[in-house]
């Protein structure tokens, strides 16, 4: 059909609708004389279709004190304007996604991946398509409370607990919170809608939901995140939180699970799915940054190159050990050598054999081993080698 015959189709049609009372809701002759300035003006260049500016969605999946937070905030630093949600799952997901179940002495390792997976996979999907009005209070609140968020200033009184939101019994404050929420609502759909680039970091969720996640989020690309046990398991007890024999044993189950799924997702969707050990990209930032870069869709340019300078020499550690800005990654992935007890790498060893395989770490035969940093703590295996090499 040629472009004039379209255009009668499309004025005959007009008529036709104006004639059944359809012509109250918009005036069919302005909308005719459009079609012929648009005929008229395809006639002199070639039919051009609408583009939407592709997105590039990606999803960080890590482990706590894996190094997520430097990682997520490196692919952030390109010319293309990103958009950052940083654990939208920290009050969704209440504690681990890997429990023990013990009957007497005999204990087993239980994955909650099916009891969470439904209101996980409606979380990432909606902030990587900007509906932040449906997500839950819970996963607003993340928006509210990391420092870490470029847009912290502006949104740390948006999105309060939803229990303490509950409490609010004045209707004036209420009233005045929920016209806030809704601002801050517009705000942050309005930085999402204008991005071209959306990362999400989550330490609070397993690869098994990533597979079908990849078949509904178009343009998605998942990285995850791995670091040696050793040196996640010295940070955390560092920081005074408990990690106790079974909570390592978990964190390696679900680690060694995980590489099982990355692997397969791998395979599912060539290209969609990266594997990155957080020790390759500390020790050769700018190497392994620029083929991240790459494999993301994401451009490398000079001010990547001077933020990635910045962090790698700055010495300020911060102002608690959840802070991006730190001292010199490459030293401090292997500091833990210095300072972790050797008797604990024997019982982190003896946990987490499987992980250490897929992954590529090494396990020291003494404590002066242990402390020889030029002495290698690791490998190269299938899983870490793009990066790794």
């Known amino acids: 059909m040629t472009k004039c015959n379209k255009v009668t189709m499309s004025v005959l049609c007009l008529f036709v609708l104006a004639s059944i009372g359809i012509n109250k809701y918009f005036n069919p002759s302005v909308f005719v004389k459009k079609e012929f300035e648009k005929l008229s003006f395809q006639d002199t260049i070639s039919e051009i279709p609408h583009v939407t500016p592709k997105v590039t969605k990606i999803l960080v999946v890590a482990y706590m004190r894996s190094g997520s937070s430097f990682t997520a905030e490196s692919l952030q630093h390109g010319p293309d304007v990103s958009f950052y949600s940083f654990e939208p799952l920290l009050n969704v ?24 997976s439904q209101t996980t996979a409606s979380i990432i999907k909606n902030i990587f398509e900007c509906k932040m009005s449906a997500l839950p209070d819970e996963a607003l609140y993340a928006f509210s409370v990391f420092s870490q968020l ?36 517009s705000f942050l759909e309005s930085r999402c809608r204008n991005s071209t680039v959306r990362v999400i970091k989550t330490i609070r969720m397993s690869l098994h939901l990533c597979k079908d996640l990849s078949k509904t989020i178009e343009n998605m690309k998942i990285l995850h995140l791995v670091r040696d046990p050793r040196a996640s398991v010295y940070s955390r007890r ?20 995980d590489i099982d799924e990355g692997q397969l997702i791998g395979s599912y969707f060539p290209g969609r799915f990266y594997s990155l050990r957080y020790e390759c990209l500390a ?103 793009r990066y790794c090499k």
């Open 93 to 116: 997901v209440k504690g681990s996604i890997y429990a023990m179940d013990c009957k007497g002495s005999n204990c087993r390792v239980v994955n909650r991946t099916d009891e969470l």
């Open 150 to 185: 470029r847009d912290h200033g502006r949104l740390k009184d948006c999105f309060p607990k939803p229990e303490e939101f509950k409490q609010i019994t004045n209707n004036t404050r209420l009233s005045s919170m929920m016209e806030r929420k809704s601002q801050c609502l």
């Open 238 to 257: 560092n920081l005074g939180l408990d990690f106790s024999n079974s909570l390592v044993k978990i964190l390696c189950n679900r680690m060694s699970h």
């Open 283 to 385: 020790r050769n930032p700018e190497t392994v940054l620029k083929k991240l870069y790459s494999d993301m869709s994401l451009e490398y340019d000079s001010e990547t190159e001077k933020w990635m300078q910045l962090y790698m020499k700055s010495q300020n550690r911060g102002q608690n050990g959840y802070q991006v800005f730190k001292s010199n990654s490459s030293s401090r992935s292997t500091n833990w050598r210095l300072r972790i007890p050797y008797i604990d790498t024997l019982n982190i060893d003896s946990l987490c054999k499987d992980v250490y395989t897929k992954i590529g770490a090494r396990s020291f035969n003494s404590a002066m081993e242990l402390e020889n940093l030029g002495m290698s703590d690791m490998y190269v295996t299938p899983y870490t080698e």
